[in-house]
């Protein structure tokens, strides 16, 4: 079962989403930014560049260490904190 995990930030909705396929999905607003699919590369890892007002740019990363099972987010750099991380199975 796919597992997906909701982040608000400022005035926009990102969805990381670990696919049952094992694949890594990062969305903006309901659309697919980027997509890694399962295989030997540890941690998968996506990334999307944003800009939310003017010229005001943010960076969003996710990396799913498979074999772990931990997901970390971070946005410019700065650590998601795991209470943000809305998680939906």
Request: proline content about 3%.
């Amino acid at each position: 079962m796919a597992r997906r995990f909701d982040i608000s930030h400022r005035h926009r909705k990102f969805s990381v989403i670990i696919a049952d396929d094992g694949a890594l999905e990062l969305w903006l607003d309901g659309c697919l930014r980027k997509r890694r699919d399962a295989g030997e590369r540890n941690p998968l890892y996506v990334w999307t560049n944003i800009e939310l007002d003017w010229e005001d740019h943010h960076y969003v990363e996710a990396r799913y260490h498979q074999d772990r099972g931990e997901l970390a987010v971070t946005i410019n750099g700065t650590p998601v904190p795991t209470e943000r991380l809305s998680v939906q199975e």
